[in-house]
């Protein structure tokens, strides 16, 4: 959604690196790099001019002046200026004290309120609550049907007691909105249902008759949030709707869907800054796990491409099966052999985080292998899983087994070509041996000079000598284990005693040194 604007911000700060100290003409060409950055994101005017003057007045004030690194002050002041537009902290669901949280949906149609109240109810009913969707938006054809398919998904009820319109009946629909909105609210009582969701009507355009149905519905069942519902693709018109609806409705939170969409984003930026209501969450793609609480803080990060590594983390909490987590680092702790059910279980634990494209994009430096990340092919974890299960129990165990005709049965059996077999056992053979490598301590390779991490030889060091093999003949093999000891038991004898400052044998005189009277006691080597 950001890309456009994170190249162009990017790109403005690049100009700064290296910079000991940044003049007045350097601080108003940055401004105005940013300013045309915002605006070519559909950024509001009013909210450009403010957040540029703001980021100004602090550049050029003590904080960048007295800093160490001017450029890097710099990002941090529009780091936290995009945070403050964007909210300013994390703002979450107000619940109810007593009886039902009610929640209701407003906004135009095609921005997403249905499929949107579905992923609420989802993430809601993941969060230890039990919520049940209501459907009031009876104008829209199948409105009610696409949520009742949408909540089965979900795997969460739908209170939906009349059809609403359908192809032959759209202009007359006979169900009242507003009554059907106060029997849910009785009914999630009556069903012990902790949150009420209620799915409202939309228009294509802002009109009079849906603001009043909206209000109708807020005074009927009064509920603890009203969330507005805006397409981030909307563009600058997406002020002007956020400011009609909370004149109308007075909605507390603001929903960013279509997230994932190609679009310049300036919604995003704007509708807070302008309504001054914080935005709550974010639709990000068009499952119905696509759905994450909005941090300003992390949003900001991602647009500067500082990444957004929590948000990764508690992707990787929520789906990471912690059985297999256990069994893979008992595995790794008893240095037993990688194998590649090992390999296939670790890429289907991956698999379960969601898109690989997503994943790598919240990483810090990200946009500048965005054009490599859009290529990826997400099936190709698809592609690895089938190549596996073609091979035998035992080509999995031992891999060094699988010769030429073995990779050809594989695959003709997975369907792809023998090149796809041969790249995959190679890269297999590298994850075995790292993974070998660290179950012996020395780490992840490739991190030189630091301690348990491998790679520490410095530069011009010589290798340390390699172990002679065992021999596998078990006479040999203990003939060469007692002259092990026997080389060991001779140097030992060898050692001349006394030498703790490096005297080779002899005598030790004390005498001999200019030491304090009574001292020569506590040398060893004094009688």
């Known amino acids: 959604m950001f890309n456009s604007l994170s190249d162009r911000l990017t790109a403005t700060f690049k100009n700064l690196r290296g910079k000991g100290r940044l003049t007045e003409a350097d601080v108003d060409a940055t401004v105005r790099e940013i300013r045309r950055a915002l605006l070519d994101a559909d950024v509001a005017v009013p909210v450009v001019r403010e957040f ?236 119905v796990d696509d759905f994450e609480l909005f941090h300003p803080d992390r949003m900001a990060s991602r647009i500067l491409d500082m990444g957004d590594v929590l948000t990764l983390i508690e992707q990787a909490e929520k789906s990471w099966d912690k059985d297999e987590a256990a069994r893979m680092a008992k595995k790794f702790a008893d240095q037993e052999d990688f194998t590649l059910d090992d390999f296939l279980a670790q890429m289907q634990q991956i698999r379960n985080m969601g898109s690989m494209k997503k994943m790598l994009m919240m990483m810090p430096g990200a946009q500048n292998i965005r054009q490599q990340l859009e290529q990826f092919d997400e099936r190709e974890i698809d592609r690895v899983e089938a190549i596996v299960r073609s091979m035998t129990p035992h080509e999995r165990v031992a891999p060094k087994i699988i010769n030429g005709s073995r990779r050809a049965r594989i695959a003709r059996g997975s369907g792809v070509h023998v090149s796809e077999v041969n790249g995959l056992l190679e890269r297999f053979a590298q994850a075995q041996k790292m993974m070998k490598k660290m179950a012996a301590g020395g780490g992840m390779p490739g991190m030189p000079g630091m301690p348990g991490m491998g790679g520490g030889a410095r530069k011009g060091a010589k290798p340390a000598p390699k172990k002679k093999a065992r021999s596998g003949n078990p006479a040999k093999a203990a003939q060469e284990l007692r002259d092990a000891e026997a080389r060991r038991a001779a140097g030992s004898k060898a050692l001349p005693t006394g030498a703790s400052f490096g005297q080779q044998g002899g005598d030790f005189d004390p005498s001999q040194l200019n030491l304090p009277k009574g001292f020569d006691k506590f040398l060893g080597g004094s009688k």
């Open 52 to 287: 540029t003057g703001r980021v100004r007045e602090r550049a050029l004030g003590a904080e960048v002046s007295g800093a160490l690194n001017p450029s890097q002050q710099i990002v941090k002041i529009v780091n936290e200026e995009l945070v403050e537009i964007l909210g300013g902290e994390t703002r979450r669901i107000r619940l109810a004290k007593t009886g039902p949280t009610i929640i209701m949906l407003a906004g135009l149609q095609g921005a997403g309120k249905t499929t949107l109240a579905g992923k609420l109810a989802k993430w809601l009913k993941s969060q230890g609550h039990s919520p049940m969707l209501v459907a009031c938006d009876l104008q829209r054809p199948n409105a009610v049907t696409q949520l009742q398919v949408v909540g089965q998904r979900a795997g969460v009820p739908v209170f939906a007691p009349h059809p609403g319109a359908t192809s032959t009946e759209l202009d007359h629909p006979a169900g009242d909105p507003v009554a059907v909105a106060r029997d849910g609210v009785e009914e999630a009582k009556r069903t012990l249902h902790d949150v009420v969701i209620v799915d409202t009507a939309g228009r294509l355009g802002v009109d009079a008759d849906m603001m009043e149905q909206a209000r109708q519905i807020r005074r009927a069942i009064v509920p603890n949030e009203v969330l507005f519902v805006i397409d981030s693709m909307i563009g600058q018109d997406a002020v002007n709707t956020a400011v009609a609806f909370d004149e109308g409705v007075n909605f507390t939170g603001i929903v960013l869907s279509k997230l994932d969409g190609d679009a310049r984003g300036g919604a995003a930026l704007s509708v807070a800054s302008v309504t001054g209501k914080p935005v709550m969450f974010a639709s990000t793609g068009e499952g």
